[in-house]
């Protein structure tokens, strides 16, 4: 976990926390957690089990994984916060917010489908963390522009930086974060058990998580606020890191 209260007492503070998708970790969060430290707000940015800095053992499901945050909170007494998840991310998010809807004061889902399938060819290739498996993610992962050079963000070498961080990822836990949603079920039914906002941000060029299949997901939520990000594919944050930070800002800064 990387911890960054800005408050005394984090206790009675209600945190943003930011989940990263397979293969990453919290490094792809920098803008908005930036953002939101200058604006007092307290921010626990995860380096999942076996991601980045994270030496514990992978964990193979989406409940395991917020089961494991929810003991992270419980020890520090952080009762309500809010949640940000990006592709794997946002099923933990959406967990979490559905077991135990009480504390948690609004989600943001990004790059998000339900059912989050994957290619029996591409789970397969990714148990050792082949390097096909990280081109093939690294690839389906971006727009056709973003491909081709089209950075709106000078000095970030965008894809090189994804395959950077998945090459250094634990052996084995792409695979366990691909099957951990691949197995995630009853995404609808979780849906509407949520109580706080709900925010989902789409990128319409993202061939990893089409747009359409968030439609069920959407419908399954009692008033979701739905962003669309033009011309952007599946890593939004990495795309287009300004426009997703505007979205969060409607989510948190009011």
């Not at 691909?178 to 941000?201: R, S």
Request: hydrophobic letters at 35%; one cysteine or more; a positive charge.
């Amino acid at each position: 976990m990387y911890y960054h209260p800005t408050s005394k007492n984090i206790k009675k503070t209600k945190p943003i926390i930011f989940i990263h998708g397979t293969g990453m970790d919290h490094t792809v969060w920098t803008l908005p957690v930036r953002h939101f430290l200058r604006k007092r707000r307290d921010v626990i940015a995860i380096d999942l089990p076996g991601h980045g800095s994270n030496q514990d053992k992978t964990l193979s499901s989406v409940e395991k994984i917020s089961d494991y945050i929810y003991a992270f909170l419980d020890k520090n007494s952080i009762s309500n916060f809010s949640v940000v998840g990006h592709s794997m991310g946002s099923l933990i998010a959406l967990e979490m917010a559905s077991s135990q809807p009480e504390r948690v004061n609004a989600i943001s889902m990004i790059g998000t489908a339900f059912p989050m399938q994957v290619n029996d060819a591409l789970l397969d290739s990714a148990k050792n963390n082949s390097q096909i498996a990280i081109d093939i993610l690294t690839f389906m992962g971006y727009s056709y522009a973003s491909r081709l050079g089209g950075n709106k963000n000078p000095g970030i070498w965008m894809t090189e930086l994804t395959k950077r961080l998945m090459q250094k990822s634990s052996k084995g836990v792409i695979y366990k974060d691909l099957k951990a949603c691949v197995d995630f079920k009853y995404g609808l039914e979780k849906a509407n058990k949520v109580q706080g906002k709900v925010q989902l941000i789409l990128g319409s060029n993202d061939f990893l998580t089409p747009k359409f299949k968030a439609q069920n997901l959407i419908q399954a939520f009692k008033n979701p606020s739905v962003e669309e990000v033009k011309g952007s594919g599946h890593s939004l944050m990495m795309e287009e890191p300004n426009k997703v930070l505007e979205y969060l800002k409607k989510l948190f800064d009011n």
